[in-house]
Structure formats: C-alpha cells, structure tokens
C-alpha cells in the first residue's frame, strides 16, 4: 500500500475553509484517494474519495495534484462540529481493506 | 436502517479470559473488517473478509481470531486476553466495488487488566 503523510494537527476559524493537505508519494496508478473523519471516539465517518480528477460532494472537496502524489481535503466552511481527526487513505490496489495512518487532528476555533 | 452493529459496547475482561466481540452488517456488503485503536494513535487492521468464507491478516492480527459467520456477521475472539489487547474495536463493511465505503460501527472498548 502507498504511504500517506500527514500533519499531526491544525487549527482553524470557524466559518473559514479547512485544507488539510497529504502526501501520497508512492501511490500507484489505480489506487484511489479516500477521506474519512473521526469525531472523538466515534466510528469514522466516510467524507470523500478521488482517483484523478477533483471531487466535490456535500460533505468537502478533493483536489488531487496532477502527479497524483499529494492531495488536499478543503471544508469549505468549517463549523465547530468538524472538530476531529481525519484521516487521509490510498485504497489498495487489489482487494478492499483500508489502511489508516494517525491522521491530522482539526480544531475548529470559535 | 442499523448499518454496523456491534456487541458490547464496553467490556472489562481478566488477564486470561476469553471473549467474541461480535458485528453485524444489514447493508448486504461482501467485505468486513475488525480494528484496533489505541490511544493517539489511528486505526489498525487486525482482520479483514472479502467475502463469506474467506478471512485474512491484517496489520496486527496475532492473539486474535475471527469468523465470519454468514454475509451479515463476522466476529473477532480473544482466546486469552492480554492488557496489551486494552483497546477500542470498531468493525466495519464495505461493499466490494471500486467505488466503495466502508460503514464503521460505534465501536467495542474493551479493558484487560
């Protein structure tokens, strides 16, 4: 599975956009990006997922770098319920399981 | 509409002890996976079924042991529980297309001590 990096934490204002940058420099050419969020000890939560092309759904958009090794989540509007961990994922190539690194943990300040 | 769920919620066992946390899909997905989170740090799998009949290893599957029961179940068993298996669960499905998701159930904390 590609490796994916991110930072541990970032701070941002509430109804500002959040962009939570990762870097997927292995990353192969039929592995998608996925996004899930958890909020403090709840079970993640699914947000988004891109392959080349960028993303937009209700929820954040994706924009994935033209060489496909980083990409960046953006919350368009952060609110003080986005506070959490997100987790940035690459999608193996074969088979289903996901893999999830220590993530960026998001605090939305009012 | 249930989604994933998983029995019990909280469960404090002896060194020793053996137990099955069980989960259960109703979403009809093929895939189901069990993690373990521990404090500061993200999820990891221990196990994962693409598919009835079929398990596989994970990142960290030693001292566990799973079934999958039918489509809907897939449980996860301490044979001999260890404080160094002091963790949250959360299992998980997935259906088994390339667009797909995965539904994470609220998770099992189990204390060994």
């Known amino acids: 599975d590609a490796k994916t990096t991110q930072p541990t934490s970032m701070d941002c204002a509430e109804g500002r956009a959040a962009n939570l940058p990762c870097n997927h420099s292995?990353?192969?050419?039929?592995?998608?990006v996925y996004w899930y969020r958890q909020i403090h000890s709840q079970g993640p939560q699914y947000i988004i997922h891109?392959?080349?092309n960028n993303e937009t759904n209700e929820m954040a958009s994706l924009i994935i770098t033209e060489d496909r090794k980083s990409s960046t989540l953006i919350l368009p509007h952060a609110t003080l319920r986005d506070t959490a961990v997100y987790y940035c994922?690459?999608?193996?190539?074969?088979?289903?399981?996901?893999?999830f690194g220590t993530g960026t943990s998001l605090t939305v300040i009012p | 509409n249930a989604g994933v769920t998983q029995t019990p919620k909280f469960q404090v066992l002896k060194t020793g002890q053996s137990m099955t946390l069980q989960c259960a899909q109703d979403?009809?997905?093929?895939?189901m996976y069990w993690y373990r989170q521990d404090p500061g740090m993200g999820l990891r799998l221990i196990y994962y079924?693409?598919?009835?009949?079929?398990?596989d290893k994970g990142e960290v599957p030693n001292g566990y042991n799973v079934s999958r029961l039918n489509k809907r179940e897939f449980s996860l068993r301490l044979e001999s529980a260890a404080p160094s298996q002091t963790s949250v669960y959360f299992c998980?499905?997935?259906?088994?297309?390339?667009?797909?998701?995965?539904?994470f159930g609220q998770g099992t904390r189990l204390t060994v001590v």
């Open positions: 998980a499905s997935s259906q088994d297309r390339v667009f797909t998701e995965a539904f």
């Open positions: 292995t990353i192969s050419g039929n592995e998608y």
């Open positions: 891109g392959l080349k």
């Open positions: 994922i690459v999608r193996k190539r074969t088979g289903n399981q996901f893999y």
């Open positions: 979403m009809n997905h093929n895939s």
């Open positions: 079924s693409a598919s009835e009949g079929t398990t």
